[in-house]
């Protein structure tokens, strides 16, 4: 039975954990060839690797170089190249997060977390388009934040990098738009994934709260619905974008933040 993606390489930059790995589930099972990026335990991932491609009928392959590099984003794009022939559909989602007062931010925090949440996108977009302009198709996705449209403080560097790729994507999409290729930002709220979980013990420190405060007052207290958004409905957008249905809809930042920006 055909699926919507055969044929298609959809490549999702730190897809080892959360939303990317929902991600890479999602288009595995419309049928495209994946490439998955990040860190983790050798063993897990291979593990992952060999069920997308149970899940697909394509192929997968693990591609897991450090995407604050530029040669190594330059090597994975290659990988990808020379397995698939090219990129169809990028997802950056690649992302980290150090929560801190600006003036006590460290320096090399804020150096890695511009250099992953934002340069990355960069680079792998400038790489990926030839490719798309030529095959006159193309999906070009970020995981960007409802912190691409509104900031919270204590989160300088990731709010700035949030911003920066809602900008460098509508510059995409019109670059783009006569080419078949699309560009848009994902924007989410609170999604339950590592990153999250792992900001609780220094917003604690730095608001001076209790794990349950956090929870509750920091992190649920914008999102109106109270309840935290889940990877698979951030990887349900993605597919919508990759469908026929959204070949029109290019340089929208699309929130699914419990209504967090409404207000
Ligand atoms: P996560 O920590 O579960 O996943 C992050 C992924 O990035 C992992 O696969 C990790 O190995 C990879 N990664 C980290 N450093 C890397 C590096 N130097 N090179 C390559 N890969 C690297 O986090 P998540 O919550 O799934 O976040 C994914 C994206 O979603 C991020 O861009 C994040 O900013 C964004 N986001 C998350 C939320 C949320 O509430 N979880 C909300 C809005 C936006």
Redesign the pocket.
């Known amino acids: 039975m055909s699926k919507s993606l055969n044929g298609k390489t959809a490549l999702i930059?730190?897809?080892?954990?959360?939303?990317?790995?929902?991600y890479a589930k999602a288009l595995a099972g419309e049928g495209a060839n994946i490439v998955?990026?990040?860190?983790?335990d050798k063993d897990a991932i291979e593990k992952e690797r060999v069920g997308l491609e149970a899940l697909s009928g394509a192929r997968a392959l693990y591609s897991?170089?450090?995407?604050?590099?530029v040669d190594?984003i330059e090597a994975m794009m290659k990988e990808a190249a020379d397995m698939f022939g090219g990129v169809d559909i990028l997802i950056?989602?690649?992302?980290?997060?150090h929560v801190a007062p600006v003036e006590e931010f460290p320096i090399d925090k804020w150096d890695?977390i511009i250099?992953?949440?934002l340069n990355?996108a960069f680079h792998t977009t400038r790489l990926a388009i030839p490719y798309m302009k030529d095959k006159k198709w193309g999906r070009i996705i970020?995981?960007?934040?409802?912190?691409s449209l509104v900031a919270s403080p204590f989160k300088a560097a990731?709010v700035t990098a949030?911003h920066g790729l809602a900008g460098f994507t509508k510059t995409v999409a019109l670059e783009v738009a006569t080419f078949g290729v699309t560009a848009n930002c994902i924007?989410?709220?609170?999604?339950?994934?590592?990153?999250?979980e792992?900001q609780i013990p220094d917003t604690m420190k730095a608001r001076g709260l209790t794990r349950e405060q956090v929870m509750n007052d920091v992190?649920l207290a914008g999102q109106p619905t109270k309840q935290?958004?889940t990877?698979e409905q951030?990887a349900a957008t993605a597919l919508y974008l990759c469908s026929d249905a959204a070949a029109q809809v290019t340089g929208a930042n699309l929130s699914i933040?419990g209504g967090w920006t409404a207000q």
């Open positions: 930059t730190g897809s080892t954990s959360g939303i990317g790995l929902a998955i990026n990040g860190f983790g897991g170089h450090d995407l604050t590099k190594q950056n989602n690649a992302g980290m997060q890695l250099a992953l949440n990355a970020q995981t960007a934040s409802a912190h990731y949030k924007s989410p709220g609170y999604v339950w994934t590592p990153l999250v792992n992190l935290f958004v990877a951030v933040d």
